[in-house]
Nanobody, 112 residues
Framework: QVQLVESGGGLVQAGGSLRLSCAAS????????MGWYRQAPGKQRELVAY?????GRFTISRDNAKNTVYLQMNSLKPEDTAVYYC???????????????WGQGIQVTVSS
């Protein structure tokens, strides 16, 4: 009963910026954590926040009142091209533990 809706992806030139948003809605008691992953063709899905390749360029922020997480991506490189997935670890109403929910993914393409 929890849905994640991602927005803000698209095509951008190298050196540009994008801001991704992910809003959670549904039967939410509390959100333990929200974050971003990405998956490029032929590669494993990786946690964006801890990837060495994005240090100093990407920042994650939360708006708890809106159940929304943002990914600000600056100085984008072609190798950042991937499908980006929002993940939320949610404690639902009547639940006793958190459960992970995933967005459908949003394409980010960085051109040379």
């Amino acid at each position: 009963q929890v849905q994640l809706v991602e927005s803000g992806g698209g095509l951008v030139q190298a050196g540009g910026s994008l801001r991704l948003s992910c809003a959670a809605s549904g039967s939410i008691f509390s959100i333990v954590a929200m974050g971003w992953y990405r998956q490029a063709p032929g590669k494993q899905r990786e946690l964006v926040a801890y990837a060495d390749s994005v240090k100093g360029r990407f920042t994650i922020s939360r708006d708890n009142a809106k159940n929304t997480v943002y990914l600000q991506m600056n100085s984008l490189k072609p190798e950042d091209t991937a499908v980006y997935y929002c993940e939320a670890r949610v404690r639902e109403r009547y639940g006793s533990d958190w459960r992970a929910y995933w967005g459908q993914g949003i394409q980010v393409t960085v051109s040379s």
